[in-house]
């Protein structure tokens, strides 16, 4: 069962993870634009520019976790959970704008054939920021998947295509001291993709929870959970929604007709309590009609 100060608990824990990546990205933004600059290096200085925002997005994570733990009011009544949501959709968008200036920066660069094989410092920064953000990834994602938090789930998806990132950018810069220079601006084109493609991920699942969508498969195995307790006769209707990373599901089942109204709101309790225990849910509706 869960109960609602463990949901605000799960909060506060997002939090270290968007705090971890907010310092992760400072340190990084400013030495690997130090470095790209002064190594010459298109795709770090790329790098660098993606560590600026991402600046930006652990921000707005922090401000929507903490926006979220604000208790129910006469204007929200069920709370503010979806702040968490917006703050993943808005970060999906910061994401993108970098993600699109990257490549115009990039493919700019290649077609004008302004590209130079930069000095090999710039490969051991990238190589270091791929390390470091590996290890960012790994701890949010598995934040992530024990809080249930959107908004920790698109920080991990970004702290991973910014490894993908600096490690894009760490092959270009050491191919390009082979003799292949264009492989710099080639690689950031390459990171601007990744960026692109990350951006799109998040939007997709943070609209899908903002537009209360929840997967086929996840209603039938509410269904499922229902179905099982033996008074229960039917499933006729299951709906479900989040609020931020909270399931709220409505249930109608259909119950002998002869039972008595206390048999009914047990039978309705048991099926509520079954379905918070099995799927995590924060609160479930059960409404009962008698089957025909």
């Not at 990132?165 to 760490?170: D, E, F, I, P, R």
């Not at 499922?224 to 229960?232: K, L, M, P, R």
């Not at 709220?248 to 225990?277: C, P, R």
Request: hydrophobic fraction near 45%; include cysteine.
């Amino acid at each position: 069962m869960i109960r609602l100060e463990e949901k605000y608990q799960d909060l506060r824990y997002g939090e270290r993870g968007a705090l971890l990546s907010l310092v992760t990205y400072m340190i990084l933004a400013a030495l690997k634009l130090t470095i790209g600059i002064y190594a010459g290096s298109i795709a770090l200085r790329a790098d660098g520019f993606n560590n600026v925002t991402d600046i930006v997005v652990s921000i707005a994570v922090l401000i929507g976790l903490r926006v979220s733990q604000k208790p129910p009011d006469k204007d929200h009544p069920y709370g503010h959970w979806k702040a968490e949501s917006i703050a993943a959709l808005i970060a999906s968008f910061i994401i993108m704008v970098v993600g699109i200036q990257v490549l115009i920066d990039a493919i700019s660069s290649f077609y004008t054939g302004n590209y130079h094989a930069p000095d090999p410092i710039a490969a051991w920064v990238g190589g270091f920021g791929f390390v470091v953000m590996m290890f960012v990834y790994l701890y949010n994602r598995k934040l992530a998947k024990k809080i249930n938090s959107q908004a920790i789930d698109s920080v991990a998806k970004d702290n991973l295509s910014d490894a993908l990132v600096s490690l894009g950018a760490t092959l270009g810069i050491i191919g390009a001291q082979f003799g292949i220079a264009w492989l710099d601006p080639v690689l950031a084109i390459i990171v601007g993709l990744i960026i692109c493609h990350t951006a799109w991920g998040i939007f997709r699942n943070s609209s899908h929870s903002l537009t209360d969508g929840v997967s086929e498969s996840e209603l039938e195995q509410i269904e499922a959970t229902t179905e099982q307790i033996e008074q229960v006769l039917s499933v006729k209707r299951v709906k479900a929604r989040y609020y931020g990373n909270n399931l709220i599901v409505d249930l109608v089942i259909e119950l002998d007709q002869t039972i008595s109204f206390t048999e009914a709101h047990n039978i309705s309790t048991l099926v509520e309590n079954q379905v918070k225990q099995q799927h995590q849910a924060l609160d479930v509706h059960v409404h009962v009609e008698p089957q025909s």
